[in-house]
């Protein structure tokens, strides 16, 4: 299999400013009221430890895993609820936490089941929007970098489950 070119696009000094600055903006927003982070997996796992760790409101984490159906860089917009949260989120204060917005598919199917069990509040926080390619009218509350084209690899971010461990996020060439 050939080798996909990697290049530079954010250095994991980068990512910890925008993680920073992401986490004031939470802390801001709710004060000393106890929030529910939800991770989306599997794509924002590190991200997700690297916030939690930043914020200073009270919290809780809980885990969800959605697979989402399609081409190894493009989805099909068919989304799969593969492991569920283990906590209620009536009446909480709730961030979901993922990795990329792309065409909105996946993050559309997640909000609105959510929404369905009477969160007080429920935001969206994405490490990355590509908001270009929106294909559902959905938004993210919190954004750490928008990126216009491209797909990216590393920080948790896959490509056919390879490449999550690097440190820092990079666009696949040719993807
Ligand atoms: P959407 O349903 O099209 O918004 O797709 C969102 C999901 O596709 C994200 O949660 C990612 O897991 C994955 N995805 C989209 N773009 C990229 C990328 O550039 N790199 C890695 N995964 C991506
Ligand atoms: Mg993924």
Known sequence: MDQPELKL????EYIADQVHRLAEEIDRDHGSREIL??????????FFADLVRAISTPLAVDFIRLASYGSDTRTSGIVELRKDLEMSIEDRDVIIVEDIIDSGH???FLYYRL????PRTLRICTLIDKRSRREVSIEADYVGMALEEGFVVGYGLDHDERYRNLPDIHLMEGA
């Open 115 to 118: 929404l369905q069990r009477g």
């Open 106 to 108: 996946t993050l559309e």
């Open 37 to 46: 982070l939800i991770s989306v997996l599997k794509g924002s796992f590190l």
């Open 9 to 12: 696009l954010y250095s994991r």
